[in-house]
């Protein structure tokens, strides 16, 4: 049997369980890490506790990658509850890595999988904390095994909020970036490197902290030397994130020089040809579906009026109807949304935007509402809030046709196609259900310009 032989067995992932439909697989080299590792712990546990250091190095040895496998697999469950897809939890060697695909709707989403990581380690060490300030008889193995433990999770909770990807932390900046700018940034050249100066960081502080805390140096160390070796372990390269970051510098070189050279002859043949291949999107072809204006059941005259100048589109007179309705109920959510509405209609767009707010203040659950705020942000030009709007819709009712179409066409203006196709594809679906030949034409005329 040749050593090729030998790696493919040792490194073959087998799925050894699942837990809340999130698959688990390992190979042969966690077996034999966890023996080295444990091995590695009795020795040092034994100079400072000859008695039970065996035991100690034993347990503690099979705890901390545990804990590890506890704080990634709380990440894709946490995935899988906003129903993003898990390709599974993944351990090899001493480390382990949840495989999320990186399709959030928006950046809350994201800040609450990959802080998911670190809150549960935190209670994690909060529970073991607990543990060992109780008067429990488990013995001095017991109550030195537990401190280890819980002093390896508290540490690594600090390190996965380290704001460098892949570390939660970067993520969660990320997400905190994309909630502030509302445009997802893109990878950038430091992310590439994050995993090593993380690492390198982790590794660096146990060195020097090993003289006067060992154990506090170990856990730094294994934690640096396991980031370190993750893209390695786990994609099989040393740089993962670096073909992505080339790409967009090549699309932003790319920009530049067509920009640059427009003048130019060559330059003005290929933007002919791209025009030819590919159609210009303009934003008048890509407008958004109204929100529908709101009634009541049992209507007073005041507001009947209002609704039969939105009927009538004299909007100034229903602006005016709504504006005597909520001066005598200001938390009237129908009316607040309504005249929303027709600010959104007369293009007074920040005035609908404070409108929609407001009547979500109110904790109102309208899907409408909601539909009318992301039209807000869309006529706005703020693209990424309006998704965030338009797909909290579809969390609560994925066949919301009106939605698809809407998030389809901010997606198309906010640059992603892919995205865009998918879901006038899914509207498109949905409305052939209802019949609704009017907007069926309008999604074939938009796919066609897509699609070209």
Request: hydrophobic content about 45%; overall charge positive.
């Amino acid at each position: 049997m040749n050593i090729r032989k030998i790696l493919q067995i040792l490194t073959h992932q087998w799925r050894v369980g699942s837990i809340a439909g999130v698959p688990i697989y390992a190979d042969m080299t966690c077996v034999l890490s966890v023996v080295l590792w444990s091995s590695y712990l009795v020795g040092i546990s034994q100079s400072f506790h000859p008695d039970g250091g065996r035991s100690i190095g034993i347990i503690v040895g099979v705890a901390l990658p545990l804990s590890i496998l506890i704080h990634e697999l709380s990440r894709a469950l946490t995935a899988k509850h906003y129903q993003i897809a898990v390709e599974g939890v993944y351990c090899r060697g001493m480390g382990t890595v949840a495989k999320v695909e990186q399709t959030f709707r928006h950046p809350l989403q994201m800040l609450e999988v990959y802080f998911a990581g670190s809150l549960v380690t935190f209670i994690f060490y909060a529970i073991l904390n607990l543990l060992s300030s109780l008067p429990l008889n488990g013995g001095r193995v017991f109550v030195i095994s537990l401190h280890h433990i819980k002093e390896f999770n508290f540490v690594l909770a600090l390190f996965s909020l380290i704001p460098l990807i892949p570390l939660n932390g970067g993520y969660i900046f990320k997400g905190l970036r994309w909630e502030w700018n509302r445009k997802q940034d893109a990878l950038a050249l430091h992310d590439v490197y994050g995993a090593y100066i993380a690492g390198g960081i982790a590794i660096a502080l146990g060195l020097l902290w090993y003289g006067k805390q060992p154990f506090l140096g170990i856990w730094m160390v294994y934690l640096g030397l396991m980031t370190c070796l993750r893209h390695l372990l786990f994609e099989g390269v040393w740089l993962p994130l670096a073909a992505e970051v080339n790409a967009n510098s090549q699309r932003s070189l790319a920009t530049a020089t067509a920009t640059g050279g427009a003048k130019t002859a060559r330059a003005s043949t290929r933007a002919t040809s791209a025009t030819a291949t590919k159609p210009a999107i303009r934003p008048l072809d890509f407008s958004y579906l109204d929100a529908e204006f709101l009634s009541v059941t049992h209507p007073d005259d005041q507001f009947q009026q209002g609704m039969e100048a939105t009927q009538e589109m004299r909007l100034q007179r229903a602006i005016a109807t709504f504006n005597d309705i909520l001066a005598d109920d200001p938390k009237n959510v129908v009316a607040l949304h309504n005249r929303g509405n027709a600010y959104l209609q007369l293009d007074q767009k920040q005035a609908a935007l404070t409108d929609f707010q407001a009547a979500l203040h109110l904790k109102t659950h309208s899907l409408e509402v909601y539909l009318g705020k992301g039209n807000a942000h869309f006529a706005l030009g703020d693209f990424q809030g309006a998704i965030m709007e338009y797909s909290e819709i579809l969390s609560q009712d994925p066949n919301h046709a009106r939605a698809y179409f809407n998030r389809a066409s901010a997606h198309v203006l906010n640059g992603n196609r892919k995205a865009a196709i998918a879901d006038y594809q899914r509207a498109h679906k949905l409305f052939t259900e209802q019949a609704d030949q009017t907007q069926l034409c309008k999604i074939d005329r938009r796919l066609q310009i897509l699609t070209a």
